[in-house]
């Protein structure tokens, strides 16, 4: 497992920016790590919002958030980013980054072992 801390949530109106950060301590790991973020409404599924395979190219987001969201990573930093533009009321949700040590992507939370504690995001006028 790989720790992973996340920061940037907090309450943004409609149409407004915020940027996730999720660090991870051990800096030689997190370069043979998938990040994924995943989001989570109470009540309802995991979703899978965006990944990126270890060297941070070409991620894969979902639909919902396609064009409006950017993840990247930054292997120096130890540290994957989720910028979120553009928000909209149904994308507030807890937000979490999640870690697994295959080199592909995958929106199946059951498969990773390495989580942060997760950042709220609320997005509300």
């Known amino acids: 497992q790989l720790p992973l801390v996340e920061s940037g949530g907090g309450l943004v109106q409609p149409g407004g920016s915020l940027r996730l950060s999720c660090a991870a301590s051990?800096?030689?790991?997190?370069?043979?790590?998938?990040i994924t973020w995943f989001r989570q409404v109470p009540g309802k599924e995991r979703e899978g919002v965006s990944c990126?395979?270890?060297?941070?190219?070409?991620?894969t987001y979902a639909n919902s958030v396609k064009g409006r969201f950017t993840m990247s990573r930054d292997n120096d930093k130890s540290t994957a980013y989720l910028q979120m533009n553009s928000l909209k009321p149904e994308d507030t949700a807890v937000y979490y980054c999640?870690?697994?040590?295959?080199?592909?992507?995958?929106?199946?939370?059951?498969?990773?072992?390495?989580w942060g504690q997760g950042t709220q995001v609320t997005v509300s006028s």
């Open positions: 990126t395979t270890f060297r941070g190219r070409e991620p």
């Open positions: 051990d800096g030689a790991s997190f370069d043979y790590y998938t």
């Open positions: 999640a870690g697994r040590r295959y080199n592909y992507c995958t929106f199946d939370a059951r498969l990773y072992a390495s």
